[in-house]
């Protein structure tokens, strides 16, 4: 039973799920977008995201820290120098996971997951201009705002 657990194991001993979670997390801040399966990228993204933000804090501990978790120098290195600079006014959510379908092979449902603030796609389009709100009722025009009013209220409107 997984009765209090609250994390995903994969499929996989503890030695194995780390080791896989670091490997993705190496290769997410290396090439900033990355096609997994859905269910190794919502581990991941709660692998990486605090990790994102304590490299916030540019500090030795900080980067001790990030590097006990990830164990590659040039992983931690991009995230503190790169996308701790991208990400610093926002205050969580720095990976976006896109489903993108099922794997011929196996079947596996797939996503992409990516950086937030490296999309560019995404994040023009929603800064762009606010649409128009649009009514399903349609517009009153002013002769059916004239012929809506009665004769009561415009001897009342004529006073």
């Known amino acids: 039973m997984r009765h209090g657990k609250k994390h995903n194991h994969l499929g996989r001993q503890r030695g194995h799920r780390v080791a896989l979670l670091r490997n993705l997390s190496i290769s997410l801040v290396e090439y900033k977008r990355i096609n997994t399966t859905v269910a190794k990228a919502k581990a991941l993204r709660v692998f990486l995201e605090p990790l994102i933000t304590k490299a916030k804090t540019n500090s030795t501990h ?52 990516e950086f937030v603030d490296y999309n560019t796609e995404y994040s023009v389009g929603k800064t762009g201009a606010k649409k128009s709100k649009r009514s399903r009722r349609g517009k009153k025009t002013g002769a059916a705002t004239a012929a809506a009013t009665t004769p009561a209220t415009q001897s009342d409107e004529e006073e």
């Open 62 to 113: 900080s980067r001790r820290t990030v590097f006990s978790n990830l164990q590659n120098k040039e992983a931690v290195k991009e995230l503190f120098e790169n996308i701790s600079l991208k990400v610093a006014d926002r205050p969580g959510g720095y990976l976006r996971i896109i489903r993108t379908g099922t794997r011929k092979g196996d079947g596996a449902e797939t996503a992409m997951i």
